[in-house]
């Protein structure tokens, strides 16, 4: 069973930074998908970032592209959202998630694609 445990929120002033972790276990990762998606109060959950455990490629979401960056040490099973000039609309709680994709890759945005999840953690961008 995937365990996902998410660190590294906290509040912020816009232009900051912050680096989230997610420490992951319970399997090894091959084949999986590794997201992180963000969810504000009153709205639906959102795909930001996204990055393939063996390859290492990487997408995201439009809004986040130039300012966030998604990677991953293999050997520490972790996985890291650096997040530059914040902005007041990137206030939200922030989760980790993973997929499991056996032979059959895709670019997968949806969060219902995603099986495993993090218990989230608070990102708050000042103005």
């Known amino acids: 069973q995937v365990q996902l445990v998410e660190s590294g929120g906290g509040l912020v002033q816009a232009g900051g930074s912050l680096r989230l972790s997610c420490a992951a276990s319970?399997?090894?990762?091959?084949?999986?998908?590794m997201g992180w998606f963000r969810q504000a109060p009153g709205k639906e959950r959102e795909f930001v970032a996204a990055i393939r455990w063996t390859s290492g490629s990487t997408y995201y979401t439009n809004s986040v592209t130039g300012r966030f960056t998604v990677s991953r040490v293999n050997a520490k099973n972790t996985m890291y959202l650096q997040m530059n000039s914040l902005k007041p609309e990137d206030t939200a709680v922030y989760y980790c998630a993973a997929r499991f994709y056996g032979s059959s890759w895709s670019p997968s945005r949806s969060s219902a694609d995603f099986g495993s999840w993090g218990q989230g953690t608070q990102v708050t961008v000042s103005s």
């Open positions: 319970g399997r090894t990762f091959s084949n999986y998908l």
